[in-house]
C-alpha cells in the first residue's frame, strides 16, 4: 500500500487566483494511497520545501506528487527536497496545474476539476515509479582526436594544456592539414606556415600528446568515457627513432617524377618523400605504390645512402590499442577536382587550375617560389579570371549549399595576384558575394577599390582554349545578363568545399551521424554545435560543414571544453532515466526476441548485442542490451518493440498506461 | 448533445511540444481546459497501444504532437514516430476508426499560440463531432459481459 | 514426388540433415506438415496442388528447433519468411537445407540467401485478385460502414490465438497479450480486447507479413483477418519503397525513415 503526499502549490496566487486549491488538496486526500495532501502559498520557497521535508518524515512517505508549474521549472527543485529527506527523488512527480491549468483557463469549476484530474494522474504514475540511482561511469582521462589540420592541432594542444593526455591521429605522414598549402591567409594576409608551423611543433613536443602520423583509425568500441580505439599505423618502412631526418634518401631516390601531392600535382617528389620542408614530424615516409624497389624487386638506394641505416624494407602495419574517455573528430574537408567541371576543361587545359593549385604558386615555398607562372608554359599571366561557386550552390550538381569559404579567399586570391603582377587584371565572376565576418567585407572592398579586381555577377557557362587563350564565356546580370567573354591567360576555379573522401566509413566506424553532404552531423545545429549525437565525440573544424580558420579554430576549442569538462570529474554521473532490456531467470533470460528491429531506431546507437552463453561457452541467445553510457532515454526503441522486453525509466509501459487510465476512468 | 464535453487527451514530447504548452501558459493564452496532457520524453516514445487504450477507455479525441521535423531533441525519434503515424493512420482508418478524432500536430516549444490554437480548434471540432459512440458503445457491451463472465 | 523423397532420404542418410518438414497425408483428406526424422518417414512425403501451405512457421518452434539441423520444402510465401526471419536474425545463412519444387515437378536447392534473394525477385508476391478486391471493397466504405464490417468480423474472434501460431512472423517468446504489467491486452473475448489485438497484430506484422494468409486459414471463426495486414502492404511498398521478405539483411519499414517521408495529416 503506497503512502504519498499531495502538495498543492498556490504560487502566491498565480493558481490560486484560477483554482480552488484547498478543495484540490482536499480531494486528492481521499485517492487511494494518498496518506497527506496539503496546500501551500509557496511550495518552492525554504519553508514550502521544510514543510515538504518534514510531511516525508513525519507521514513515512513513499511518494510525492507537488502540484505546482512546469516540472521543466521546478522538477529538480522538489527531487532534491525528497532527498535531502531521505527519499529517492525519482519517487517525486510534479503535476503542472499553473501554465497548464491556472493560466490557461478561467476561474470556474472546470479549472478545478482539470487541476484535481492531474493530480490524480500523478499520483497514480507515481504509485509506478521506482527508486532509481544516477549512473555512474568511469571517465579515462584521454581525449583522442582525429586528424592534424588547423582544427585538430588546436583542439589537441587546448586539452592537453588543460592537463590531459591526448593521442592524435594523421592519416598523412604530416599534420598540418590544408592550413599548411595555404600562401597567405585572408583577412589579414598573413602567412599561414608562419602561423600554423609553431603550433605544429608544439603538438610534437608537447608531453601530454603522443602523435601518431601516417596512420588510421580503424574500430572504435565502447562508449562515453570508455571508448576503446585500434589505430592501424601504416608502414613508413622506417625505423623513426633511428632517422634524424637528414633527408639525404629523398635526394638520392631514383624515382622523381611522382606528382606531389602537397603541391597538388603541381610539382614532383620521389618516392620516399617528407610531404613538404616544415612537415611535424619531418622524417620521411616511402610511398610503397610508386617505390622502385617494391614495384620490381631491387633498388633500395635510400637504405644504401642512409647514415643511420633507418630504412625498414619489411616493416609492417602496426595496431596500437587506445583507452580514451573521448573523441574529438577533425578530419577536415577536401575541394572539388578532376573531372566535375567538364564545361570549364578542368584537367584538359593545364592553365585551368583550382583555389588550392592557386595557393601553392602563391607560396614562397611552392612549385614556383611565390611566382604566379602558369602551369602551361610558366608564363606570368597577365589577364586571370577567377570562378567563384565553381560547383557550390548548384542543385544540378548536387551541392546545394554555399561552401563558405571560397568569395573570401577567391578576393584574396584577386589582391594577392595584383600584388605580384603590377600590370596584371584580375576579374571574379560571381554569384553574390558573402562576407560576413569580422574584417571580411572591408577586405573584399580593398580587393574591388585598391587591386581594382574586376566584379562580374553572373555565372560562367563555357571556357575553351583559343590560339593559347582560355575564352571564358559568361554573362553579366547586372548589366541585363549582357554577354561577356573574356580571352584570360589563366583561370582559377573555387571549386566547392566538400565532405572529406572517406568521411562516411569513418562515421559508421566511430558511430556517429553525418548529413546528405557526408558531413559529420552536429547534435543540435543551434545549441549543440560541436557535440554529435554520440556522447563523448565532438566535431572540431571543417569536418562538419565548410569552415574557415578562425571558424575552425573556435569550434576546436569549443569541443575541447567539452573534452575537459567531461574530464573534470573521476566519473560522469547521469540521469537514470534510460532504456532497459529485461532480464530473467534462465532458461529464458528476457522476453527480448532478439530480432534487434530496435537497434537501428536508436539516435545514439545505444541498444547492443549481448551473446548469453551455457557452461561450455557456447552461446545459446543473443539479447538486446541498452548501453547505459549511451542510451539519453528517448524511448523511440521502447513504442517499436514488440514483445515489450524494452522498458524505460521514469517513462515506463506501467507508467504511462496508469496515466492514460486514471486520467480516462475517474 | 448540449453539455457534452469532450475528453481529450494530448500525448506530447517533453521538449517541444510540452515546453510550447508551458509558454502558452506563460503568455496567460486562454483555452479550452478539455485537453489534459500526458507527457512523454519524445513522440519516438508514443506507442500506438497507448492511443488505442485512450480510446477504449472513452477519450473521444486525441492530439498527438512533438517537435517539427529536423527538430527533435534526440535528432530522429519523430521521423520514426512519423512513420508509425502514417501507417497506424492506415490501419486505424481501414478498420473503420474515426481518424477525423486524433489529431497530429508539430508543435515547437516557441509555438505557445499554436498549441491554443491546436487545442481549440480540436476541442470545437469534436464538441461538434458529438462523444465518441462507436467505441463507447463496444465499451460498453464489454463491461456487460465482464459483469456476465464475473457472476459465471 | 519421387524425387523429392530421394533427396531427402539422400541428405537424411548422409546426415546433411536430422529433420526435414514437407507436407504429408492427414488423416482426412487434408494435406498436414510431417517432420521426417527416418528414411521411412521421408517415404510419406508428398507434394499435390493441395499442398500450398507455409511451412516455414515450423523452423522456429522450439519442438521442431530440437530435431537438429532442418531441411524444409519452401513455397515463395516460405522462401520471403525466411528472408524476413533472416532479417531479424532469427535465422542464419546456411542454417537450414531449403529445396522449392518448380513448375515442372523439378526440384531446385537453394545453397545460400543471395540465391533465394535472386529468385524473389522474380517471382510473383502480390496478394490474389480475390484478395485485392475484398480490399478495395472494405476500403470504398464509409468509415462507419468498416467500423460496423470489423466489429461484426472481430465479434466472432475467440481468442484461441490459432493465428498467431500459425503466423510465420509471431515468434516473440511471450506475446504482449501475455503481458499482464499492464494488461495491454484483455484476456478475456470481448469486442474492447479483440479490437485491440488485431490492431496490435496487424501493428506487429506491418511491413513485416508476407502475405502467405495462414493467419485467417487458421482462423477457426472465417475472420479475414489476413486483409488487415495486407491492407498495409502497398502504403508501406509505395511511402517507403519497402516490401517484407526480400532480402536477408533488409531494414525494417518501420526501424528506418527519410528525412522527407511524406504525409498529409500532420499540421
Ligand atoms: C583554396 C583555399 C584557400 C583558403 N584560404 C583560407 C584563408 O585565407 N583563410 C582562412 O581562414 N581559411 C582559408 N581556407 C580554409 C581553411 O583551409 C580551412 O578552414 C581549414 O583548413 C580547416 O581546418 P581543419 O583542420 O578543419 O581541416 P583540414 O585542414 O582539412 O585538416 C584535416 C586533417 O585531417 C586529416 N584527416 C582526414 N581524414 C582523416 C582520417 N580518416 N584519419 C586521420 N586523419 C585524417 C587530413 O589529412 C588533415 O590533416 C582556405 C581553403 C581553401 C580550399
Ligand atoms: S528488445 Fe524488442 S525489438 Fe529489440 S531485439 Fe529484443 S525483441 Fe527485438
Ligand atoms: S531509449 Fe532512445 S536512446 Fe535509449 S536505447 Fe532506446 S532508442 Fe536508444
Ligand atoms: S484464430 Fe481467429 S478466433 Fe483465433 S484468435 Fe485469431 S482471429 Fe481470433
Given amino acids: ?666 | 448533445m448540449q453539455d457534452f464535453e469532450p475528453k481529450i487527451v494530448a500525448f506530447v514530447c517533453n521538449w517541444c511540444t510540452y515546453a510550447g504548452a508551458d509558454l502558452t501558459g506563460t503568455s496567460r493564452t486562454k483555452y479550452a481546459a478539455n485537453v489534459k496532457i500526458i507527457r512523454f520524453p519524445c513522440t519516438g516514445r508514443i506507442d500506438f497501444m497507448i492511443l488505442m487504450k485512450a480510446f477504449e477507455n472513452g477519450a473521444d479525441g486525441i492530439i498527438v504532437s512533438g517537435c517539427h521535423p529536423n527538430d527533435c531533441h534526440y535528432s530522429t525519434g519523430n521521423f520514426h514516430a512519423r512513420r508509425r503515424w502514417i501507417v497506424f493512420r492506415n490501419l486505424m482508418n481501414f478498420t473503420g476508426i474515426d481518424t477525423e478524432r486524433i489529431l497530429f500536430s508539430w508543435v515547437s516549444a516557441a509555438e505557445g499560440f499554436k498549441w491554443a490554437d491546436v487545442v481549440n480548434n480540436t476541442v470545437a471540432k469534436i464538441r461538434e463531432m458529438g462523444p465518441y459512440e462507436n467505441y463507447n458503445k463496444i465499451a460498453v457491451s464489454t463491461l456487460l459481459k465482464e459483469e456476465v463472465s464475473n457472476h459465471e | 514426388m519421387n524425387e523429392l523423397i530421394n533427396k531427402v532420404t539422400k541428405l537424411l542418410n548422409d546426415k546433411t540433415i536430422d529433420a526435414f518438414i514437407g507436407y504429408g497425408q492427414g488423416s482426412t483428406d487434408r494435406v498436414r506438415a510431417i517432420f521426417a526424422r527416418t528414411v521411412e518417414q521421408a517415404s510419406k512425403l508428398i507434394y499435390t496442388p493441395a499442398c500450398t501451405f507455409n511451412l516455414s512457421g515450423y523452423l522456429l518452434k522450439h519442438e521442431v528447433k530440437h530435431l537438429g539441423k532442418l531441411g524444409i520444402l519452401a513455397n515463395v510465401a516460405a522462401l520471403r519468411s525466411i528472408m524476413q526471419l533472416a532479417s531479424e536474425f532469427q535465422i542464419k545463412d546456411g542454417e537450414v537445407y531449403i529445396l522449392f519444387v518448380n513448375d515442372d515437378a523439378s526440384l531446385t536447392e537453394f545453397s545460400d540467401f543471395q540465391s533465394i534473394e535472386a529468385f524473389l525477385e522474380k517471382a510473383n508476391i502480390d496478394i490474389t485478385p480475390d484478395e485485392k478486391a475484398r480490399i478495395e471493397k472494405i476500403e470504398a466504405m464509409s468509415v462507419s460502414e468498416r467500423w460496423e464490417f470489423w466489429n461484426k468480423e472481430f465479434e466472432k474472434c475467440i481468442k484461441c490465438y490459432a493465428c498467431r501460431a500459425a503466423c510465420p512472423m509471431c515468434y516473440c517468446h511471450r506475446c504482449t497479450t501475455d503481458v499482464n504489467q499492464p494488461q495491454w491486452i484483455p484476456v478475456a473475448s470481448h469486442e474492447r480486447g479483440n479490437l485491440d489485438y488485431h490492431l496490435m497484430r496487424a501493428m506487429h506484422l506491418a511491413g513485416r507479413c508476407i502475405n502467405c494468409g495462414e493467419c485467417a486459414n487458421a482462423c477457426p471463426m472465417d475472420i479475414p483477418l489476413n486483409l488487415l495486414t495486407y491492407q498495409l502492404i502497398d502504403p508501406i511498398k509505395t511511402g517507403f519503397g519497402a516490401t517484407a521478405g526480400m532480402k536477408a539483411d533488409a531494414v525494417y519499414a518501420l526501424s528506418t525513415f527519410k528525412p522527407d517521408d511524406k504525409e498529409n495529416f500532420i499540421i
Avoid at chain 1, 614532383?268 to 616544415?278: E, G, K, M, T
Avoid at chain 1, 593545364?350 to 602551369?375: C, Y
Avoid at chain 1, 573555387?494 to 553532404?517: I, K, P, W
Fill in chain 1, 1 to 666: 500500500m503506497s503512502r504519498i503526499g499531495v502538495f498543492v502549490c498556490h504560487c502566491g496566487e498565480n493558481i490560486s487566483a484560477t483554482v480552488n486549491c484547498e478543495k484540490v488538496a482536499q480531494i486528492s486526500k481521499e485517492l487511494k494511497g494518498v496518506e497527506f495532501s496539503t496546500d501551500y502559498k509557496y511550495m518552492c520557497s525554504d519553508p514550502g520545501q521544510t514543510m515538504l521535508k518534514e510531511a516525508i518524515k513525519e507521514h513515512k512517505l513513499d511518494g510525492v506528487v507537488v502540484a505546482a508549474c512546469s516540472p521543466r521549472m521546478h522538477e529538480p527543485t522538489f527531487r532534491k527536497a525528497c532527498s535531502e529527506a531521505g527519499l529517492n527523488p525519482y519517487l517525486c512527480e510534479m503535476s503542472n496545474i499553473r501554465e497548464h491549468c491556472s493560466w490557461v483557463h478561467p476561474k470556474d469549476d472546470l479549472t478545478t476539476e482539470k487541476a484535481e484530474d492531474l493530480v490524480r494522474v500523478m499520483v497514480e504514475k507515481v504509485k509506478k515509479n521506482k527508486a532509481l540511482n544516477s549512473i555512474k561511469v568511469p571517465v579515462t582521462k584521454t581525449a583522442l582526436v582525429i586528424g592534424g589540420g588547423v582544427a585538430g592541432i588546436q583542439a589537441a594542444l587546448d586539452i592537453a594544456n588543460c592537463g590531459h593526455k591526448v593521442v592524435m591521429v594523421e592519416k598523412q605522414p604530416s599534420i598540418g592539414g590544408h592550413m599548411s598549402q595555404l600562401s597567405e591567409t585572408f583577412p589579414t594576409l598573413d602567412c599561414s606556415q608562419c602561423i600554423l608551423t609553431p603550433r605544429m611543433v608544439e603538438i610534437a613536443q608537447h608531453p601530454n600528446i603522443t602523435l601518431y602520423t601516417y596512420a588510421e583509425v580503424e574500430k572504435v568500441d565502447g562508449f562515453i568515457g570508455n571508448f576503446k580505439i585500434t589505430v592501424r599505423k601504416k608502414s613508413k618502412s622506417l625505423d623513426e627513432h633511428l632517422c634524424t631526418g637528414c633527408g639525404l634518401c629523398t635526394t638520392k631516390c631514383p624515382q622523381k617524377k611522382i606528382p606531389n601531392e602537397f603541391e597538388r600535382g603541381l610539382g614532383f617528389r620521389p618516392a620516399i618523400y617528407v610531404p613538404f620542408p616544415q612537415a611535424v614530424p619531418n622524417k620521411p615516409v616511402i610511398d610503397r605504390e610508386n617505390c622502385t624497389y617494391y614495384i620490381k624487386g631491387k633498388c633500395k638506394v635510400c637504405e644504401i645512402v642512409c647514415p643511420t641505416k633507418a630504412i625498414r624494407f619489411d616493416q609492417e602495419d602496426e595496431l596500437v590499442e587506445i583507452e580514451a574517455g573521448a573523441i574529438v573528430l577533425a578530419t577536415g574537408f577536401d575541394v572539388l577536382k578532376s573531372d566535375f567541371f567538364p564545361e570549364y576543361g578542368y584537367g584538359k587545359y593545364k592553365d585551368v587550375i583550382d583555389g588550392l593549385q592557386f595557393e601553392r604558386l602563391a607560396s614562397a615555398s611552392g612549385p614556383t617560389m611565390g611566382e604566379i607562372r602558369r602551369p602551361s608554359d610558366g608564363q606570368i599571366p597577365k589577364k586571370i579570371v577567377f570562378v567563384a561557386c565553381a560547383g557550390s550552390r548548384d542543385p544540378a550538381k548536387g551541392i546545394e549549399y554555399c561552401s563558405k569559404i571560397c568569395c573570401m579567399y577567391t578576393a584574396k586570391h584577386a589582391m594577392l595576384y595584383k600584388h605580384k603582377v603590377h600590370d596584371g587584371t584580375p576579374y571574379v565572376f560571381y554569384m553574390d558575394i558573402r562576407a560576413g565576418g569580422k574584417m571580411y567585407e572591408e577586405f573584399v572592398r580593398r580587393a574591388i577599390v585598391e587591386d581594382e579586381t574586376q566584379y562580374i555577377r553572373g555565372r560562367v557557362s563555357t571556357i575553351y582554349e583559343k590560339n593559347g587563350k582560355l575564352i571564358v564565356k559568361g554573362a553579366d546580370t547586372l548589366m541585363g545578363a549582357e554577354p561577356v567573354e573574356i580571352e584570360a591567360d589563366m583561370v582559377v576555379l573555387a571549386t566547392a568545399g566538400v565532405a572529406n573522401h572517406g568521411a562516411e566509413a569513418l562515421a559508421q566506424t566511430v558511430h556517429v551521424s553525418y548529413d546528405a553532404y557526408k558531413f559529420f552531423a552536429e547534435a543540435h545545429p543551434k545549441l549543440k554545435p560541436v557535440e554529435t549525437n554520440t556522447a563523448g565525440i565532438f566535431l572540431a573544424g571543417a569536418c562538419q560543414a565548410p569552415k574557415d580558420i578562425p571558424e575552425s579554430v573556435a569550434a576546436a576549442s569549443g569541443a575541447a571544453v567539452k573534452v575537459a569538462a567531461l574530464f573534470s570529474n573521476d566519473e560522469l554521473t547521469r540521469e537514470p532515466l534510460i532504456a532497459v532490456v529485461n532480464r530473467q531467470a534462465p532458461p529464458v533470460f528476457s522476453s527480448c526476441v532478439g530480432c534487434f528491429l530496435c537497434q537501428s531506431v536508436c539516435p545514439y546507437q545505444a541498444i547492443e548485442r549481448e551473446e548469453i552463453k551455457n557452461r561450455n561457452g557456447e552461446v545459446i541467445k543473443t539479447l538486446a542490451k541498452v548501453n547505459e553510457g549511451l542510451c539519453q532515454g528517448c524511448g523511440t526503441c521502447v513504442a517499436l518493440c514488440r514483445t515489450k522486453a524494452i522498458d524505460i525509466h521514469g517513462y515506463s509501459n506501467q507508467q504511462v498506461y496508469t496515466e492514460v487510465m486514471a486520467l480516462l476512468n475517474d
